[in-house]
């Protein structure tokens, strides 16, 4: 049984260095993330599936647990299979 995903990350704005500790959802990707220190509406990075694996300091739980459980890393953990 491999471990639970981590719930929680540190995202980080690229456009004013603002950080803020959210909860990420555990069973989605978070395309949309509203930096509250300058307002800049962030979308994830070309590749990325969600704003917490472009900006955050731990990936979103659905990637942890693909890395996890050995899946490969081909395409997005949101994409519809």
Do not use: N, W
Request: hydrophobic residues 30%; contains cysteine; aromatic residues 6%.
């Amino acid at each position: 049984m491999s471990p639970a995903a981590i719930d929680v990350s540190t995202i980080a704005c690229p456009a004013c260095g603002h950080t803020a500790e959210e909860t990420m959802p555990t069973d989605a990707c978070q395309f949309f993330y509203d930096c509250r220190g300058c307002g800049t509406l962030l979308r994830p990075k070309q590749g990325d599936c969600c704003v917490f694996c472009s900006y955050g300091s731990v990936p979103c739980p659905p990637v942890q647990v693909q890395r996890t459980s050995g899946a490969s890393d081909s395409g997005s953990c949101c994409a519809a299979g």
